[in-house]
């Protein structure tokens, strides 16, 4: 199994920053990619940014030049620093990971997610 500790959620008024943390644990070969995703009330779960193994990124039209993600390899850690906050931003955030991993004697490639943080951004 993996693990993902997911930290760094709370109130922050409109403007603010705030850094989440999303550190993985477990039996991990390699990690294929990390992302951040967010779901607010009556929404759909949807991606904010993504990065690649290689330091590839993705980002949501909606957060582009506000967020941005970062990785600490040693640490199996990623960051999502969210800079310029609005209330629309509001939402619980996931930690997604695509890992490699041993399964029943065999390599393969799975996906686990971390338990979610809310982020609320209000006056």
């Known amino acids: 199994q993996v693990q993902l500790v997911e930290s760094g959620g709370g109130l922050v008024q409109p403007g603010g920053s705030l850094r989440l943390s999303c550190a993985a644990s477990?039996?991990?070969?390699?990690?294929?990619?990390m992302g951040w995703y967010r779901q607010a009330p009556g929404k759909q779960r949807e991606l904010v940014a993504s990065?690649?193994?290689?330091?590839?990124?993705n980002y949501a039209d909606s957060v582009k030049d506000r967020f941005t993600i970062s990785r600490d390899n040693a640490k199996n850690t990623v960051y999502l620093q969210m800079n310029s906050l609005k209330p629309e931003d509001t939402a619980v955030y996931y930690c997604?990971?695509?890992?490699?991993?041993?399964?029943?004697?065999?390599?393969?490639?799975?996906?686990?997610w971390g338990q979610g943080t809310q982020v609320t951004v209000s006056s």
């Open positions: 477990g039996s991990i070969i390699r990690i294929n990619a």
């Open positions: 997604n990971g695509n890992f490699r991993r041993i399964r029943y004697g065999l390599e393969s490639n799975q996906e686990y």
């Open positions: 990065i690649t193994s290689g330091g590839s990124t």
